[in-house]
């Protein structure tokens, strides 16, 4: 007769086989999460929201899989090094789009940004196999390209890209200038243990403890550290400290593995760095610490330095100066921190654009930062709709960067001076809504048909006209009065003046325009 320690013994026997079964055939489920919970697996937005240049790459994976992807550039002609991203195992490219605008800006490069198959716009489901096969196609139509520095491709993977990148680095080392890995595990096999404790047990690397009998079921292995080893080209490790999710041990592991058979790996540790915020937590240190490691061992060709009309240096930032005054110098070391990103401004590297394209660039992107800093600063300082309004007009009184570089603002001047004798008839009109009310009432029927077509005219021309004492728009119900010195219009109920008044002012001065006269 069978005892109850026995049938405990079979059940807890039997739940453990049936868990170890569904854990082996929903294994792709829980390595691969294309979709985030509450999301979709479409893309929430684009590189266009971030005003990126960029163009849509459909590829074909050697397994005939159509693969969707993103090719970024810093400019059109970037010459820079051509950064072939890998990302983590959840969401897809698109959630990673404001870390590649930061890395597009500090690093002066291009990225390629590839959805894995299964995830975002590509088609098919992810398997170890098949990823690889599609790390290989993309690194095959950069390889192809023409306007880009092939000598200049450099793999960069996080968490699971990394153990992608190590892969595809190791079968194509005269393709790939060198390897960055960020927060990457030894294997599937170890973290398996990570995650889910009672697996250690059963599945495991050659450093974990236990029988690993169900090792030879596991699909998607993912060794790196067997194969972080055989990769000959420049390693760049960047760890942080505090990752919930891949322990720092892993990274310290492929870090020893490598530098036994590779003179040309670094390992820079982030202490508050967590596992998907490493470049956040990290800061200027992280970036300066991949620009330095692709100086070193992804150098710029002799052709593209000359093509630099004599600059040597790579980043310069465009400094404006109260007053009036330009300068073109190396970023700044020390900025504000809690200025509105780019906190360090606008820095883009000329690589062989024309000087005047150039200066365009920095300019359009200066006048955006500068009006997010102004509008922060009003934020911050507690403006209301009012002091809003004030602020933007007072900013679009005076020319953008743009118009400066570009000659359009002394343009701008010559029509408005040509324009001055119209504009000063426009003036002279001081009572608009009593003058039409005054002739209306005598014309005749078609007369005052012509009038209202003048009426509608002028409102038309004025409707943008402000307030120079408010800031309000332009009204036809409303009495306006324009002073003679600046030519600024005001509501008459602003500076106090009534029609029946403004009928005996020969010559009207604004409020300001007096006082201005008056002072000694």
Known sequence: MVSYGSLFLYGVGGIVVAGMALLVAFQE????????PGLTKSYPITPARLRLIYEDVWLRSSDGVRLHSWF??????CQGPTILFFQENAGNIAHRLEMIRMMLQRLQCNVFMLSYRGYGASDGYPSQHGIINDSQAALDHLSQRTDIDTDRIVVFGRSLGGAVGAVLTKNNPDKV???????????ILDMAGVLLPFLKWFIGGPGTKGPKLLNFLVRSPWNTIDIIG?????????????DEMVPPSHMQMLYAKAATHNRQCLFVQFPTGMHMDTWLAGGEHYWETIRQFLEQHVPESRENESSHNGHEKENLCLYGFPNEQWEVNLPAEEVP????EPALGINFARDGMQEKDWLSLVAVHSDAWLLAVAFYFGSRFGFDKADRKRLFTMINDLPTIFEIVTGSARK????????HSSNKSMSNAKVRVSESA??????PAKDEEEG?????????????????????????DEFWICCDICEKWFHGKCVKITPARAEHIKQYKCPSCSNKRARP
């Open 29 to 36: 489920k829980l390595v691969y999460v294309p979709v985030l």
């Open 72 to 77: 970024i550039k810093l400019f059109p002609d």
């Open 177 to 187: 200038a060198a390897l960055i890995l960020e927060n990457t595990f030894t294997s």
């Open 230 to 242: 055989q990769v000959k080209r420049p390693v760049l490790f960047l760890s942080g400290l505090q």
């Open 337 to 340: 921190p809690e200025l509105p």
């Open 412 to 419: 701008q001047a010559k029509e408005k001076s040509s324009n």
């Open 438 to 443: 005054k002739f209306s009432k005598s014309m």
């Open 452 to 476: 209202l077509d003048e009426e509608d005219e002028d409102e038309e021309e004025h409707g943008e006209t402000l307030c120079g004492a408010c800031g309000e728009n332009y009204a036809s």
